[in-house]
């Protein structure tokens, strides 16, 4: 008969164990669906961040290179279109700059957003933080996620919209580069002082 008691009163510990995580959860479950939320959010930036910086960077390099020869000859002014198609190259080429300088900065508060969220809901889950206090984190954290998406969705959109003018400008402009190089070989030196 005694250990029929051990056992009555351990199944009962896990029952009651079993009942105060269950209400924990329950008690806190829309401060955890908002973290929840929050962090769903956070891991969209990623899909905005999906551009292979290698090709992107290896694109900035290329075009550096071809408006510094293309920049050493006096353009036809009369010719429209190279001056448009020039135009639209050297704003690609800031776009990817920009897109190069800012991709670290983005990764990386998204990381530590994640890691802010994670902290939060560990707060809320261990009972370490008053109702107050997670709201104003809650609305920090959801700037901070915003934000950041934002800058991401910004960046990678402008990536993936030039890519067909990169295409076309990069093959209109590649013939071009090339004769520059075969007539004046001192444009060589240009053309490889900007890699």
Known sequence: MGT????VILISCLIVAFTAINSCNTKYKVELAAVDSLITKNKKTMDYLKIDLITINERKIEISSQIAVLNKIEPDTSVMEYITNLDKYKGILKVYTKFIDNYDV???RMRHNEKQLSNLKNSVLD?????????????????NVEQNL???????????????DYQRLSMYF??????????????NTAFKDSI
């Open 127 to 143: 009972e370490k933080i008053t109702g107050f206090d997670f709201k104003l984190i809650l609305a920090k954290e959801r700037e």
């Open 4 to 7: 029929l008691k051990i056992q």
């Open 106 to 108: 983005i990764f990386n």
């Open 174 to 187: 590649d013939p071009k580069v090339e004769g520059l190089l075969k007539k004046y070989p001192e444009l």
């Open 150 to 164: 934002i800058n991401a969705q910004t960046f990678g959109s402008k990536i993936f919209n030039l890519e067909p």
